[in-house]
């Protein structure tokens, strides 16, 4: 019996592919009118979880349920949950409208509905065109719209802001948190927690297929204490005086500056002042949530032969090792620098690297951005409410205008269910479409079927096509994983 809660509750899901332990032991719950982001680095195990969630793959053990049920037991899941795995598969002749279509056919929806959604996700000015022609943030629109057919209680994406202009995130972040604020559930993956920081109010942080932290996102920044960043001329000296003076949470790190927890930058001048140890640089450091994300999912891959021996890759920012050999970090007993801890809910370490800290450019430790290549997103703009647009030339209309059912009636949400009508309209030329079963991971994967991941699961598939014999829009589920290993090969 469905719960109505719009809850996800996933409790010790996991998950193995043969030797490869995708999923271990996670557990967490997404609240109903919040967004909650589901992050780790590539490789986490979002995707398998999300899978998991979706009914797409079986877990090894643990369970995943929406409204208390899991996701096979929800009576018209399209109603209850909207999801996109990945935004393919689309049919790349098939119109926007005409794919839409098809699917509210299936939920019982009419065919207004298909419109009304291109013009939630702004693809109104595209809906005669054809999927196969649309660039990555219009298949990512257009597979929102799909998952947004059934006006669903709670919303599952998979890196939803991939492929999308920076005003493409900002509109994304509107309407999730405006969706959320409606009591509905948000769910959203990515790797990456510049992009959906100003989206999310919980987080799920995930590395190596473990939870590394879960609450809110105010939490994790209130969590970190900040560290006074001292570059002595003499570290074991100053470490040792340090001590002395009853400061014991003293960490040395890579490049020679000693991080001190329980000290200001007065008490750390004083001490080295009094023994007699010149200071090159000494400043407070506020810790960077983007950098604790790094720290948190440090390890999931390190880089061979960068590390030198003995040093410990978890010092690291940087998930991906470091392109750059540190120096040796020397040893001084009790001083040594930790490594992140993995597993569990541990609460996420205190300090990070200071990149504001002033000093000779050899102890420059690199950026992790700097490290792995990746450059910091560009902060979208702000999205203007209503932007001045010419109706047949812009490219995406804004979603909360015009005859939209979303459009607010009440103050406080902008959503309003379609309406269902009593009887299905027909529907033109109706192609071919992976059945309902198709998507379970029991199914063996058709012949035909290029994507071994879905797309967008939300509504229920609608029925088989006789007119179109190309690719299916939507994919099958995975080769029968239960046990086996080669066969579960990921595209
Ligand atoms: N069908 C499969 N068969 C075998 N291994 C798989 C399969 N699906 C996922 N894996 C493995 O499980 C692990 C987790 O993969 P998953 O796609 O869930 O990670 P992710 O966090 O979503 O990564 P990304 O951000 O790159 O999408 C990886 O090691 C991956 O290779």
């Given amino acids: 019996m469905q719960d109505g809660s719009g809850r996800i509750v996933v409790r010790g899901l996991t998950k193995n592919f043969g030797h490869v332990a995708a999923v271990q032991n996670l557990s967490f719950q997404v609240e109903p009118g919040s967004v909650t982001g589901f992050l780790g680095p590539n490789g986490a195990g979002k995707t398998t979880t999300l899978r998991m969630l979706l009914g797409l793959v079986n877990p090894s053990s643990g369970e995943a349920t929406i409204n208390g049920q899991p996701f096979h037991q929800l009576g018209n899941p399209g109603r209850v949950v909207g999801a996109v795995l990945e935004a393919q598969g689309f049919h790349p002749k098939r119109t926007a409208i005409n794919h839409l279509r098809v699917y509210a056919a299936a939920m019982g929806l009419p065919d207004q509905r298909a419109m009304e959604v291109l013009m939630l996700v702004g693809l109104g000015g595209a809906a005669g065109r054809k999927a196969g022609g649309f660039s990555l ?14 006006d669903p209680q709670v919303l599952v994406l998979d890196e939803p802001a991939n492929g999308l202009d920076p005003e493409g995130i900002a509109w994304l972040r509107t309407f999730l948190k405006s969706f ?28 190596r297929g473990q939870t590394v932290y879960y ?20 570290p074991q000296a100053l470490a040792k005086a340090l001590q002395e003076a009853g400061h014991s949470s003293v960490t040395l790190l890579p490049d020679g500056r000693l991080a001190v927890v329980d000290a200001t930058v007065q008490q750390v001048g004083d001490i080295a002042s009094k023994a007699g140890i010149a200071l090159y640089g000494v400043q407070e450091e506020q810790a960077d949530l983007e950098q604790l994300f790094f720290r948190l999912t440090s390890g999931q891959y390190s880089a061979q032969g960068y590390a030198p021996p003995g040093y410990d890759s978890g010092q690291q920012v940087a998930g991906f090792g470091s392109p750059i050999p540190p120096p040796q970090a020397p040893q001084y ?8 801890q993995y597993g569990g809910y541990q609460a996420p370490p205190q300090f990070q690297q200071s990149q504001q800290f002033q000093q000779p450019q050899q102890f420059q ?19 203007p409410q209503l ?22 009636p009440q103050p406080t949400s ?23 079963s198709a998507l379970s991971e029991e199914q063996p994967t058709q012949a035909t079927t290029p994507e071994p991941r879905p797309v967008e699961v939300a509504p229920a598939p609608p029925p088989p096509d ?14 029968p994983s239960q046990g086996s290993t080669g066969e579960e090969g990921k595209a």
């Avoid at 007993?333 to 992140?340: F, H, L, S, T």
């Fill in 137 to 150: 943030g219009m298949k990512q629109r257009l597979a929102l719209a799909t998952a947004l057919l059934g």
């Fill in 414 to 436: 902008p959503y309003q269910p379609p309406v269902v009508p009593t009887a299905v309209p027909p529907v033109e030329q109706p192609p071919a479409v992976t059945p309902p």
């Fill in 466 to 479: 006789v007119a179109d014999t190309t690719t299916p829009d939507t994919p099958s589920g995975e080769a």
């Fill in 180 to 207: 959320a604020a409606s009591g509905r559930t948000v769910l959203i993956s990515s790797h990456l927690l510049a992009e959906v920081e100003q989206t999310i109010d919980q987080v799920v942080i995930v590395s």
């Fill in 387 to 408: 932007p001045p647009q010419d109706p047949n030339q812009a490219q995406y209309q804004q979603p909360y205008q015009q005859t939209s059912p979303y459009q607010a």
């Fill in 215 to 234: 609450g809110g996102l105010e939490d994790l920044r209130r969590s970190q204490q900040s560290r006074v960043l001292v570059q002595p001329a003499d």
């Fill in 333 to 340: 007993g009790g001083y040594q620098q930790q490594a992140p």
């Fill in 365 to 383: 430790q690199p950026s992790p951005y700097q490290q792995t290549g990746y450059q910091q997103p560009v902060a979208p703009p702000v999205v």
